[in-house]
Nanobody, 127 residues
């Protein structure tokens, strides 16, 4: 049984920074791709950033490229998202995600490939 628990988030003014963490527990977490996704009001859940199971390759949505940084710790069981130069359009619920199968390819983890989701954490950016 996999459990993902996000922490961090909150409210920030535009231009500021926030950090998210996700503690993953359960089966062989280190073997799975992980990612951050977000869902704003009235929108579909979308990819923000993903990272390969070995932590060597990262992928970002064009909207956050150069502002957000994804990383996982040495044990590969904690996932991080550093968010800089925040914009009001970054306002959303942010979800931590784990791949459905181990040893995933060196490609972005997409919504359809996610096997486990965290409960989500709200990020609100005011102008």
């Amino acid at each position: 049984q996999v459990q993902l628990v996000e922490s961090g988030g909150g409210s920030m003014q535009a231009g500021g920074s926030l950090g998210l963490s996700c503690l993953a527990s359960g089966r062989n977490i280190a073997r799975y791709r992980m990612g951050w996704f977000r869902q704003g009001p009235g929108t579909e859940r979308e990819l923000v950033a993903t990272i390969t199971w070995n932590g060597t390759i990262t992928y970002y949505a064009d909207s956050v490229k150069g502002r957000f940084t994804i990383a996982r710790d040495a044990n590969r069981s904690t996932l991080y998202l550093r968010m800089d130069m925040l914009k009001p359009e970054d306002t959303a619920v942010y979800y931590c995600a784990l791949d459905s199968t181990p040893w995933g390819p060196d490609e972005p983890l997409l919504v359809d490939g996610v096997g486990s989701w965290g409960p989500g954490t709200q990020v609100t950016v005011s102008s």
